[in-house]
Nanobody, 119 residues
Framework: QVQLVESGGGSVQAGGSLRLSCVAS????????VAWFRQAPGKELEEVAR???????TYADSVKGRFTISKDNAKNTLYLQMNSLKPEDAAMYYC?????????????WGQGTQVTVSS
């Protein structure tokens, strides 16, 4: 059974940093497409960053230069380093992983971790 568990969310002032983690069990991140999404109240789910199976990364324009997605295959952990946080970054953050590697069909999801950014 695949399980993704996020952690690292919290409350931070604007300009601060947080690092989110997503530990996988029953699943391996190597050669898989994985991503971070977020959803703020009243807004649609938004993809924040993605790592393709070949290691390429993509970012939403709103987070480019501030967020970094990475993974540690040995620890089976996905990370999202978030710097220079803004109030508009506040949301529930979810990690997602593909079901059909190397495609990016995100069928596995974590339960989410809350990020709050105060101005």
């Amino acid at each position: 059974q695949v399980q993704l568990v996020e952690s690292g969310g919290g409350s931070v002032q604007a300009g601060g940093s947080l690092r989110l983690s997503c530990v996988a069990s029953g699943y391996t991140y190597s050669r898989s497409c994985v991503a971070w999404f977020r959803q703020a109240p009243g807004k649609e789910l938004e993809e924040v960053a993605r790592i393709f199976s070949d290691g390429r990364t993509t970012y939403a324009d709103s987070v480019k230069g501030r967020f970094t997605i990475s993974k540690d295959n040995a620890k089976n952990t996905l990370y999202l380093q978030m710097n220079s946080l803004k109030p508009e970054d506040a949301a529930m953050y979810y990690c997602a992983a593909t079901v059909s590697a190397p495609l990016c069909d995100f069928g596995y999801w974590g339960q989410g971790t809350q990020v709050t950014v105060s101005s």
